[in-house]
């Protein structure tokens, strides 16, 4: 009889806990997929025509390739602002900027291929469909009421380098072929981005996380790549076992510190209600 993939043979067997935690599937595919490849047939367009038609198409072409570019990339950036409590709006909003490329790129071919009125009704109605297929980019900061820019600005830097390791560690893995791994690690990441939203939701805990946020990611990435190279040449069971041990004290140390930092907060909370309750009481007014 016919076993089940991830059966107890399969490398997959053991299933890893927390390795989807949280995962959502991304809006930047399929349709954003097909703007790159609906422009292609203007290459045709523009090597069947004279030398002022052949320079106008390409032009079309390379606006519209640059318009799935930047919609690709307004997405994602998109994706991480709705993940956050705290984030401020895209410095460039680049899905606006993608359904202008659009319809100038529309409008070029549609000049080249027709004339002006057709240009102008290309141009308009790739625009506007655009904007209703991908929406506009987030135009405002979230959650930034009474926060410290300064503050918010420090811990934006020390997540984006803590997110460069954990994307080299994600490339080093990919390299090394070894899927069960891959799956711890992608647990042990998860687990990692809670402090680091922790961090952003009260930059006040930065100077607590900050060794995490680099030194041991710095660490953590150095000992994968490591690991990748001696795996993917000799698949070592004990370099194996050894990266595993490492991935589960990570895991379990930036838990602890992400745990600790809430209780801190909510003891934060508890002295500012007593304090709160104090005055109240000096002034003499009683809860109801």
């Given at each position: 009889m016919a076993q089940r993939y991830?059966?107890?043979?399969?490398?997959?067997?053991?299933?890893?806990?927390?390795?989807y935690r949280g995962a959502k599937r991304t809006r930047a595919g399929g349709r954003v997929n097909l703007l790159f490849i609906i422009p292609l047939p203007l290459i045709w367009k523009a090597f069947t025509s004279d030398p002022v038609g052949m320079a106008q198409y390409l032009v079309a072409l390379g606006a519209l390739i640059l318009a799935a570019w930047l919609t690709r990339e307004g997405l994602l950036a998109q994706e991480a602002y709705e993940a956050r409590k705290i984030a401020r709006r895209p410095a460039l909003p680049r899905k606006i900027a993608g359904s202008v490329l659009t319809g100038l790129g529309l409008g070029i071919a549609g000049f080249a291929g027709f004339g002006v009125t057709e240009a102008a009704i290309f141009a308009v109605l790739g625009a506007v469909l655009h904007s209703m297929a991908f929406g506009f980019d987030p135009l405002t900061d979230k959650g930034m009421e009474g926060v410290d820019t300064f503050q918010t600005d420090r811990v934006a830097r020390a997540v984006e380098e803590a997110e460069t390791y954990m994307s080299a560690m994600t490339e080093a893995m990919k390299r090394a072929?070894?899927?069960?791994?891959?799956?711890?690690?992608?647990?042990?990441?998860?687990?990692?981005?809670?402090?680091?939203?922790?961090?952003?939701?009260d930059p006040r805990d930065l100077t607590a996380a900050r060794k995490?946020?680099?030194?041991y990611l710095m660490g953590a990435r150095d000992a994968t790549?490591?690991?990748?190279?001696?795996?993917g040449r000799s698949h070592d069971e004990k370099a194996k076992a050894d990266y595993a041990a490492l991935l589960d004290d990570l895991e379990q140390n930036f838990a602890a510190r992400t745990q600790k930092m809430l209780l801190d907060d909510r003891s934060?909370?508890?002295?500012?209600?007593?304090?709160?309750?104090d005055r109240l009481k000096r002034e003499g007014i009683k809860a109801g």
């Open positions: 991830g059966g107890k043979f399969s490398p997959e067997g053991k299933p890893v806990k927390g390795a072929g070894d899927r069960q791994m891959m799956a711890r690690l992608e647990a042990f990441q998860a687990t990692a981005r809670d402090l680091f939203r922790t961090v952003e939701e995490y946020l680099s030194v790549v490591k690991y990748a190279d001696i795996y934060d909370l508890n002295i500012e209600i007593e304090v709160l309750r």
